[in-house]
């Protein structure tokens, strides 16, 4: 199927809201109108790759007996966003220097989560807080779990391979430190160093469905996720995270999140960040 034919492949309103509704069955995320563009964009990917040239082969397709494959496909498709290396490094800093000094010093064991760890950049870069922070990491049992739905991205986290654009943030110390330059000439890719592998664990996870793990966790990770949700779902994934933490333990979300509105037990920290009682 062409490029010029794809374009022409319209969405209806109706189609969008199938999708919309599978989708928020699935995994929570609530696409309302001003994502139909971005639902065409992607999925019109999926058509081509499957030679399909409507809409509605593809959710009668979906909707068969050889659909399931294809629906993680769709929710890979629509649910994935670029971000980099030591975004809203705030929540990083209060990790390093609030978190890490508040943990026993004579146990020393940390728990961490990155629910919703995209292509792997976030649990990453705590990784490298932990290990610049922590000097004697290597007698620690640290452990950093990091899940996310789409089964594309925790691919590319496991690869661990990334350009150079990705580390816009981060210093130029740490890149040195903890990850490998495997193409030199620009544009620049990098591969993640043993110390930051032997930390992080890839899962894959949907957040509606049941938790395999039972925690408990010193600090969770969910920034830039629940905004995909409505107030409903937020409540009751909250509750989850609370539940699951260790006492004390600490929510971080994203700086265009807001539990305003959501019912729940946190203590208020400061903006995105809540505590355990």
């Known amino acids: 199927m062409s490029l010029q034919a794809l374009e022409a492949v319209e969405l209806t309103e109706g189609q969008f809201n199938q999708i919309s509704e599978l989708v928020k069955r699935l995994c929570g995320i609530n696409l309302h109108d001003g994502k139909k563009e971005l ?76 629910a919703g760890c995209s292509s ?7 990784g490298m807080t932990l290990c610049d922070a922590l000097k004697d990491i290597g007698l620690w049992d640290a452990k950093i779990l990091a899940t996310d739905l789409s089964t594309r991205v925790l691919s590319a986290c496991r690869q661990g391979v990334y350009a150079q654009e990705r580390f816009r ?38 957040l509606m469905e049941n938790w395999p793990m039972k925690g408990p966790f010193d600090v969770i990770f969910c920034r830039n996720v629940m905004i995909y949700f409505d107030k409903p779902t937020q409540a009751r994934l909250v509750e989850r995270f609370y539940d699951i933490l260790a006492k004390g333990g600490i929510l971080m979300i994203g700086h265009s999140e807001s539990l305003t509105g959501v019912k729940h037990r946190f203590q208020y920290v400061q903006p995105t960040i809540y505590k355990k009682l």
């Open 169 to 206: 943030q981060t210093p130029s110390r740490l890149i040195g430190e903890y990850f490998e330059c495997i193409q030199p000439r620009p544009p620049r890719q990098y591969r993640v160093g043993p110390a930051l592998r032997r930390l992080v664990t890839f899962a894959r996870l949907n």
């Open 120 to 126: 792997g950049e976030e649990p990453y870069s705590i």
């Open 39 to 114: 639902v065409k964009a992607r999925l019109s990917k999926r058509l081509r790759s499957l030679n399909m040239r409507s809409f509605n082969q593809y959710l009668e397709f979906i909707a068969s007996e050889n659909g399931p494959a294809e629906v993680a496909a769709m929710l890979d498709a629509v649910s994935t966003n670029l971000t980099f290396f030591f975004r809203e490094s705030g929540h990083l800093d209060y990790l390093r220097d609030h978190i890490l000094p508040s943990l026993s010093r004579t146990e020393k064991k940390i728990r961490i989560w990155s």
